[in-house]
């Protein structure tokens, strides 16, 4: 079974700082990876997608992969209020999408 | 309207009777998926389906049965409802190797 685990959290950081989440899977093969972030009572949305190893940056968001240690991570520069969710990972691997249990990021104002 | 819809939003049935949530997607996406969402475990994969007539299990299937006559329709079926299966459902379709697009969810309580 594939796994993707995710540190639980929760994690509060302070508006404006960095808020780092990490995430860890299981299988070799899978090839693309995402991070989606879930509001409570809402369906969750994709805020980052990464297929290559290195970093990719859109906005306050930075993804990293490091597929030889099987580990992505999301970083959120200027932390703002509505950052303020659970953070799902989730790995793309033989067109089966597996998600990890989520970080809960509260922004304290 | 374009996307990815599920009904109904929301749902109260009793134990062991049969529910049937339903998923509906206009892009013609050939992947779709069925996630339940339940404190501490995360999004779990119930069933998915690669294309019409074509699903498979994935990590907690039991007490569920889908069918996908159509490209654009995956229902999911409690056979017969049991407490543990009160969650949030979402349903999610995919193309190719890209992102997944999720249902607004249905909230089902088994009583």
């Known amino acids: 079974q594939k796994e993707v685990e995710q540190n639980s959290g929760p994690l509060s950081v302070p508006e404006g700082a960095i808020a780092s989440l990490n995430c860890t899977y299981s299988?070799?093969?899978?090839?693309?990876f995402f991070w989606y972030r879930q509001y409570s009572g809402k369906s969750p949305e994709l805020i980052m997608s990464i297929y290559s190893n290195g970093d990719k940056e859109d906005g306050r968001f930075t993804a990293q992969l490091n597929k030889a240690s099987q580990y992505v991570s999301l970083l959120i520069r200027d932390s703002q209020p509505s950052d303020s969710a659970t953070y799902l990972c989730?790995?793309?691997?033989?067109?089966?999408?597996?998600f990890g249990t989520g970080t809960s990021l509260t922004v304290i104002p | 309207d374009a996307g990815i819809t599920q009904s109904p939003r929301y749902k109260i049935t009793e134990t062991g009777r049969q529910v049937t949530l339903m998923c509906h997607q206009t892009?013609?996406?050939?992947?779709m998926f069925w996630y339940r969402q339940d404190l501490g475990h995360g999004l779990r994969l119930i069933y998915y389906s690669a294309a019409a007539d074509i699903t498979d299990k994935g990590e907690v299937p039991d007490g569920y049965v889908v069918s996908r006559s159509k490209t654009e329709n995956f229902p999911l079926t409690l056979e017969s409802a049991t407490r543990s299966q009160t969650s949030v459902y979402f349903c999610?379709?995919?193309?190719?190797?890209?992102?997944?697009?999720f249902g607004q969810g249905t909230r089902l309580t088994v009583v």
């Open positions: 892009w013609s996406h050939s992947y």
């Open positions: 989730a790995v793309n691997g033989g067109n089966q999408f597996y």
């Open positions: 999610a379709s995919l193309a190719g190797n890209t992102e997944a697009f």
């Open positions: 299988d070799r093969v899978s090839q693309s």
